[in-house]
């Protein structure tokens, strides 16, 4: 059981016609989730991540291609996947008006739960998010970090085994977003959950998710963990510093020498971008001490997911957001989203909140 798959896509497609132009912003999505896992979706505004979270929650229906979300067909058994996932969208999730408590209560009632159990699991969510001291207060009247708090335990009410979080730490601040990230962490090891997010911190993904999908232009580019992803596709950049231009202009030779990685100088030093540069680094000084050539200063940067994105598409994700609407990201900011990647349109969702 603790392989089997939770979510299955195959050939998930999603086209949109604007002003007579059909354009897609999914292509061909394929992939599966284990139970358990953690997975980060990123890729810049517009790159149809938010499109696809809507495909797989059943919000929006696909062009082409089926999927299967907790073992039930996305197409075919919609209601049976809408009763066993939660999903936390950009908007806050609660009614304004409404205590956060009340709000969990009701959310249990659309789920069918009795009194007795909602009551109870309304608890135990203000006990493990952290929300006893805020519970009686109204929606409106909580800060950033708490409505997102409540977002979650929202998505969480019916105990689903899988959560749809779409940019959830968007807008907070620092500390805000690390405890909310400590409340995710302390979900899934208390129960399990299998988390599937999109976010465009990617430290985020970097630190916390066990498995990295990066999407462009509709489509998923790289899928592995972000060690592997940084190993094989970046690599660390090394940097030495020399006296003079002449040393430096020496010393390429010195270091080519160790590395199939292009070497490069750049005034008076020498640069390179090569995996596992942390044991590359002091072979390179000693290789260049040997050779009569002083090391005057040697960095070693580890690389980040930006740089696997930059190394996949020639440009970074800052790059590849700029100008673009983030409407894809934040459906709800016209009626009728925009997908920035390709200029294509979609109906935005309901702003009734989190799995109503």
Same mark, same amino acid.
Request: hydrophobic share 40%; glycine share 8%; aromatic share 4%.
């Given at each position: ?55 797989? #929650?059943?919000? /929006?229906?696909? #062009? ?16 049976? +996947?809408?009763?066993? /996932?939660?999903? +936390? ?22 789920? &069918? ?9 309304? %608890? ?26 409540? %977002? ?14 779409? *940019?959830?730490?968007? &807008? ?12 995710? /962490? ?8 299998? +988390? ?32 592997? @992803? ?14 003079? *231009? ?30 596992? &540069? ?6 390179? +000084? ?5 050779? %009569? @050539? ?49 200029? #294509? ?7 009734? &909140?989190?799995?109503?």
């Amino acid at each position: 059981m603790a392989n089997e798959s939770i979510i299955q896509a195959q050939g998930l497609t999603k086209r949109f016609t604007v002003k007579g132009k059909t354009v897609e912003a999914v292509t061909d999505l394929a992939f599966e989730v284990a139970r358990g896992e953690l997975v980060a979706f990123l890729g810049p505004n517009g790159a149809g991540k938010s499109t696809s979270l809507r495909m797989l #929650t059943t919000l /929006i229906p696909p #062009t082409a291609g089926t999927a299967k979300v907790v073992g039930f067909d996305i197409l075919k058994q919609p209601a049976d +996947v809408r009763a066993r /996932i939660g999903y +936390v969208g950009q908007l806050t999730s609660g009614s304004f008006s409404q205590r956060a408590r009340d709000e969990l209560l009701s959310q249990g009632a659309f789920y &069918g739960m009795s009194k007795a159990a909602a009551r109870t699991r309304a %608890d135990e969510l203000i006990e493990s998010l952290d929300l006893a001291g805020f519970a009686t207060r109204s929606v409106q009247q909580l800060s950033g970090g708490q409505k997102r708090r409540l %977002d979650i335990a929202l998505g969480l009410m019916h105990a689903p085994p899988l959560l749809f979080l779409d *940019e959830p730490s968007t &807008g907070l601040d620092p500390q805000s977003r690390a405890n909310l990230w400590q409340h995710i /962490i302390d979900l899934r090891a208390q129960h399990g959950t299998t +988390v599937f997010l999109t976010t465009h911190y990617l430290e985020e993904a970097d630190r916390y998710a066990e498995r990295v999908m990066v999407m462009d232009r509709g489509r998923v580019i790289a899928d592995d963990t972000a060690v592997r @992803l940084k190993a094989d596709l970046a690599g660390d950049v090394l940097t030495f510093g020399f006296a003079t *231009e002449t040393d430096a202009a020496a010393a390429v030779a010195v270091v080519q020498r160790l590395t199939d990685r292009e070497v490069r100088r750049a005034a008076a030093s020498v640069v390179l971008t090569a995996p596992e &540069g942390d044991a590359l680094l002091p072979a390179a +000084v000693r290789a260049l001490d040997a050779a %009569d @050539l002083t090391v005057r200063t040697a960095t070693g940067v580890p690389p980040t997911l930006d740089d696997v994105f930059l190394a996949l598409t020639g440009r970074t994700l800052r790059e590849a957001g700029e100008g673009e609407s983030e409407s894809d990201d934040d459906p709800d900011k016209s009626a009728d989203a925009v997908d920035a990647a390709s200029g #294509t349109a979609e109906p935005a969702p309901e702003k009734t &909140g989190a799995n109503r």
